[in-house]
């Protein structure tokens, strides 16, 4: 009898627990649908101007109608976060991104992208740090596109670096107390730079579209660009950005 007892209180307890517990499943897809369907409001971003031009930090310019521009604004929340993604996740993340689905229409996002980020981060304030950090990205990209004898990928990063600078900027530290890594970065420096020259070099040797003394100039306008990215990065952020972009952009097989 004791143990028919415990087990009718085990059926007993598994019964109530049964009718008792919350649909987790549901209780979750219902706060994660509310989380989705809401959009701040961001008309104080609206323009009063019939047509809004912005031009990018490469002279690139987009050009939009008062409406065309608030109604951006309104569906695209993510431009104004406080903490934003980077320019990939906010684009591969937003759903809502019908005028920007085409090669062009995302690198036109990366440019929006940009121009608001931008406004938070001070155009003026970091003006230089913005500079050297477009010609690092650039000088990387041309790198590569010298390996590969072009291609529209090269083109289009072009124009989406304003992006990836931009969220470098936001990126970089504002104050002496937020610089962790403060050793020297002048060997770690040297073997980024000499991992780039070995780069041309055993490219070189299987090209076979520049021959002679075509190929010796060529490995030296290639080299330049590397002389050009050890005089750029000066400090332990500008190596970290140089490297994140390099590896997080360039892969071939």
Do not use: W
């Amino acid at each position: 009898m004791k143990t028919v007892f415990i087990i009718s209180i085990f059926v007993l307890l598994s019964c109530n627990n049964q009718t008792t517990q919350p649909d987790i499943k549901q209780s979750f897809d219902a706060v994660t649908q509310v989380d989705k369907s809401y959009k701040p409001d961001n008309s104080k971003y609206h323009t009063k101007l019939d047509t809004v031009i912005i031009a990018s930090e490469r002279g690139d310019t987009l050009k939009y109608a008062k409406s065309d521009f608030n109604s951006i604004v309104d569906k695209h929340p993510e431009f104004f976060k406080t903490y934003p993604e980077n320019p990939d996740q906010a684009y591969f993340n937003e759903s809502d991104n019908v005028e920007f689905r085409s090669e062009v229409g995302q690198d036109n996002y990366y440019e929006l992208y940009a121009f608001f980020l931008k406004q938070m981060n001070g155009s003026e304030k970091y003006a230089q740090q913005r500079k050297k950090l477009l010609n690092i990205y650039s000088d990387i990209n041309l790198l590569f596109e010298h390996f590969e004898y072009g291609g529209t990928y090269f083109g289009h990063q072009s124009r989406r670096i304003s992006g990836y600078v931009e969220y470098s900027v936001f990126l970089l530290p504002k104050k002496k107390a937020d610089i962790e890594k403060t050793y020297n970065i002048v060997k770690q420096k040297e073997f980024y730079i000499r991992s780039l020259r070995q780069l041309i070099d055993d490219e070189s040797k299987i090209d076979f579209n520049t021959l002679g003394v075509n190929k010796i100039q060529r490995n030296k306008e290639l080299n330049k660009l590397v002389d050009e990215l050890d005089r750029l990065i000066t400090d332990n952020f500008y190596l970290r950005r140089a490297q994140e972009f390099h590896y997080g952009h360039y892969e071939y097989y």
